[in-house]
């Protein structure tokens, strides 16, 4: 077992300076049966619950916040239950990563095509609950278009499996409730674990291709000219295999590259004309390695002085913010600096797909987002930025963490959430929908 097993505080995101008194119970069940009785214990005491997979996500979500609460994590339920090569499915326990499903799938020439970044360490009852994706959602969706059913553990104890028909429930009252507001898998989507504890998902799986692919890189004069390019990637239906964008990065870092870029990895049976729209240059294995690579260290990899911090994890330039992309980060840059934030790097998946609060699709560039933190600026001042930014986004219309979603800021989610959680019961996650979640958050940075 990994030390990231054991230490139910752990999480990636900022969110850390936990209360460890108000836990008052860490659960690793095996099975079903035991998550119903750890869930009964919780009812009974009166304390909520937190599920919590790889302790990934950015939000701070899988921390509980300052709850009396037991954490249950998903980490001992990680099995494959059922493989259907035929009808394209696989049965699986929440805890499980793309990687250890793929583990299996691939021999058979199969895949279970979402992938994060983090797809070694997430599970799929966390990437659902942030309805994740990786710089492949472009052409594979993300993790709710990827979803068939789901079976949940709910805080009165009774099971409920919800598809993209509606809600079958051993709580009959919950079922027709549920139903007559018409609740399916768009709403477990990015739910944060606020419903219920996920205790199987039925994923779609798909044959693996067999294709010759050829690396590109496209530069630009600046982000305008991006956006402009990924509109026209978006509106073309360009398929691509791999679409990384680096918006800009700290001179420390960046080594020889010269941001604005875009790499590109491209079947040859490419049906755009992606050359004319993106100017991209082939290149090499060897070179289109290097430019993953650095890539992929740009969140790793601090300044000669100072640190980086994920003090904003996402942005999601889609329409009007998508062409108008060096206008919005500069503005975004300079509410950074007012704070005494330095941006650091921006770089992310283009282009992408994610869902809005309402469940309509966005498509645009997922840009993520670094900064160098003074090392004198507290906590509550740290988040006051964040708060700040969400502010901004909603002005320009960015979405804010369109990844793994902001949870707290998005209206329409939120109210659909609470909607659905007067039927089924409120006990799960409660404070990402209070009012204080804010002064809960900054308190933890
Ligand atoms: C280095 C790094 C790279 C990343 N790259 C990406 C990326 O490319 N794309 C992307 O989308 N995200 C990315 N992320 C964010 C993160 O990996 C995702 O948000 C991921 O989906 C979280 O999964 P998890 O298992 O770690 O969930 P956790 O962080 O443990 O939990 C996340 C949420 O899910 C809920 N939850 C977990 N399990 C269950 C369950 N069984 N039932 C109900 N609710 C549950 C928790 O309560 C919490 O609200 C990255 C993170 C890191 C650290």
Redesign the pocket.
Same mark, same amino acid.
């Given at each position: 077992m990994k030390i990231r097993d054991y230490v139910i505080g752990a &999480?990636?995101?900022m969110y850390y300076r936990l209360n460890f008194k108000k836990i008052k119970g860490v659960y690793y069940p095996k099975s079903e049966q035991e998550l119903i009785d750890i869930v009964k214990i919780a009812r009974e005491k009166g304390y909520g619950v937190?599920? $919590?997979?790889?302790?990934?996500? *950015?939000?701070g /979500?899988?921390t509980?916040g300052d709850r009396e609460r037991i954490m @249950?994590?998903?980490l001992r339920?990680n099995r494959v239950l059922t493989i259907s090569k035929d009808q394209k499915y696989v049965d699986v326990q929440?805890?499980a990563?793309p990687d250890e499903i793929n583990a299996m799938l691939e021999p058979m020439g199969m895949k279970f095509w979402v /992938?994060?970044? !983090?797809?070694d360490?997430?599970? @799929?009852?966390?990437? *659902? !609950?942030?309805?994740?994706?990786? &710089?492949d959602?472009w052409r594979n969706g993300?993790?709710r278009d990827n979803t068939l059913r789901v079976r949940?553990v709910l805080y009165d104890g009774s099971i409920l499996t919800v598809d993209w028909s509606g809600v079958k429930c051993e709580n009959k009252k919950i079922e027709k409730a549920l139903n007559s507001k018409g609740m399916t898998v768009h709403d @477990?989507a990015g !739910? %944060?674990?606020? *419903?219920?504890?996920?205790?199987e998902i039925r994923v779609r799986i798909n044959p693996i291709p067999k294709h010759t692919l050829s690396g590109g890189v496209a530069h630009y004069d600046d982000l305008n000219e991006l956006g402009d390019v990924l509109a026209k990637m978006i509106n073309e239906k360009c398929s691509i295999w791999y679409g990384e964008a680096i918006a800009e990065a700290h001179p420390d870092v960046r080594g020889d590259m010269k941001p604005p870029l875009l790499i590109l990895e491209v079947p040859e049976e490419n049906t755009c004309d992606l050359k004319g729209i993106t100017g991209y240059k082939p290149i090499s294995k060897e070179k289109l390695q290097q430019y993953k690579d650095t890539r992929i260290k740009l969140? $790793?990899r601090n300044p000669n002085e100072g640190m980086q911090v /994920?003090l904003f994890?996402?942005y999601g330039f889609h329409g009007t913010s998508l062409r108008k992309m060096q206008d919005c980060v500069n503005e975004i840059n300079d509410l950074l600096r007012s704070h005494d934030l330095e941006p650091f790097a921006k770089y992310g %998946?283009g282009p992408s797909k994610w869902y809005l609060g309402d469940n309509s699709p966005a498509y645009g560039i @997922?840009l %993520?987002s670094r900064e160098i933190r003074p090392p004198e600026k507290s906590g509550p001042e740290v988040f006051e930025a964040v708060k700040d930014i969400v502010a901004l986004c909603k002005k320009l219309g960015v979405t804010p963490k369109p990844? %793994?979603k902001w949870?707290f800021s998005d209206e329409v989610k939120n109210a659909r959430l609470s909607e659905i959680r007067q039927a089924l019961g409120e006990g799960? &996650?409660e404070f *990402?929908l209070d009012s204080k979640c804010y002064d809960v958050l900054a308190s933890m940075v």
């Open positions: &999480n990636a995101s937190t599920p $919590k997979g790889g302790g990934s996500g *950015l939000s /979500a899988c509980g @249950v994590s998903s339920m929440p805890g990563t /992938a994060p970044s !983090s797809r360490i997430a599970t @799929v009852g966390g990437i *659902l !609950s942030t309805d994740g994706g990786g &710089n959602t993300t993790m949940m @477990v !739910s %944060h674990g606020t *419903l219920g504890f996920i205790t969140p $790793k /994920a994890e996402g %998946h @997922v %993520h990844e %793994h949870p799960f &996650n *990402l």
